[in-house]
């Protein structure tokens, strides 16, 4: 059974940064294709960054490319989100989402192709 824990939301001024984190079951990672969306309220889910995690290439979005990075520690199954100069707008909840290898890692991102899901970290940009 696939696991995904988040952590490392909260608020911050605008201009600030945050990390997220994303720790998967060990039986899962390797292999893995792991991004992060976000969702805003009335708003659809958004992708942000996607890692394949055997060849640590990374996918973000041209808007997302000069304020968010993705990098990993396969010691600890983990991804991390770095979030940087953020604004009011980048105000959502942010989630973390594995699809096995071959199913997710391109651009577009989208949510249908990620079968398995963290629960959310929340991020708040005031301004």
């Known amino acids: 059974q696939v696991q995904l824990v988040e952590s490392g939301g909260g608020s911050v001024q605008a201009g600030g940064s945050l990390r997220l984190t994303c720790t998967a079951s060990?039986?899962?990672?390797?292999?893995?294709?792991i991004a992060w969306f976000r969702q805003a309220p009335d708003k659809e889910r958004e992708g942000v960054a996607a890692?394949?995690?055997?060849?640590?290439?990374?996918y973000t979005p041209v808007s997302m490319r000069d304020r968010f990075t993705l990098s990993q520690d396969n010691a600890k199954n983990t991804v991390y989100l770095q979030m940087n100069s953020l604004q009011p707008d980048d105000t959502a909840t942010y989630y973390c989402?594995?699809?096995?290898?071959?199913?997710?890692?391109?651009?577009?991102?989208?949510?249908?192709?990620?079968?398995?899901w963290g629960q959310g970290a929340q991020v708040t940009v005031s301004s």
């Open positions: 890692i394949m995690i055997n060849r640590g290439t990374t």
């Open positions: 989402a594995l699809a096995p290898l071959g199913h997710g890692c391109w651009l577009p991102l989208k949510p249908e192709r990620f079968a398995s």
């Open positions: 060990a039986n899962t990672y390797s292999g893995a294709c």
